[in-house]
Nanobody, 113 residues
Framework: QVQLVESGGGLVQPGGSLRLSCVAS????????ISWYRQAPGKERELVAT????????NYADSVKDRFTISRDNDKNTVYLQMSSLKPEDTAVYYC??????WGQGTQVTVSS
């Protein structure tokens, strides 16, 4: 059974940092493609960052480039999203997605003073 479990969300002030984690199980993690998406209230879900396969090639949305970093630890079956210089517009529920098919339940990130 495939599972993706996100954690690490919370309330942070503008300019602050958070690190999200996505722990995966039920599929071959080391060769997988994992993406982070986010959905703000009243908006469509949008792609934030992707890390591809064993070579760990990464791709980012323009809105988060140079502020967010996606990485993976294959020994822990975990993908991270390090978020820095957070802005109120980063407020959303953040989801991870595995191999273009499987979704996690999401973790709330709120950026507010």
């Amino acid at each position: 059974q495939v599972q993706l479990v996100e954690s690490g969300g919370g309330l942070v002030q503008p300019g602050g940092s958070l690190r999200l984690s996505c722990v995966a199980s039920g599929f071959t993690f080391s060769t997988s493609t994992i993406s982070w998406y986010r959905q703000a209230p009243g908006k469509e879900r949008e792609l934030v960052a992707t890390i591809f396969g064993t070579r760990a090639i990464t791709n980012y949305a323009d809105s988060v480039k140079d502020r967010f970093t996606i990485s993976r630890d294959n020994d822990k079956n975990t993908v991270y999203l390090q978020m820095s210089s957070l802005k109120p517009e980063d407020t959303a529920v953040y989801y991870c997605k595995g191999n273009g098919f499987w979704w996690g339940q999401g973790t709330q990130v709120t950026v507010s003073s």
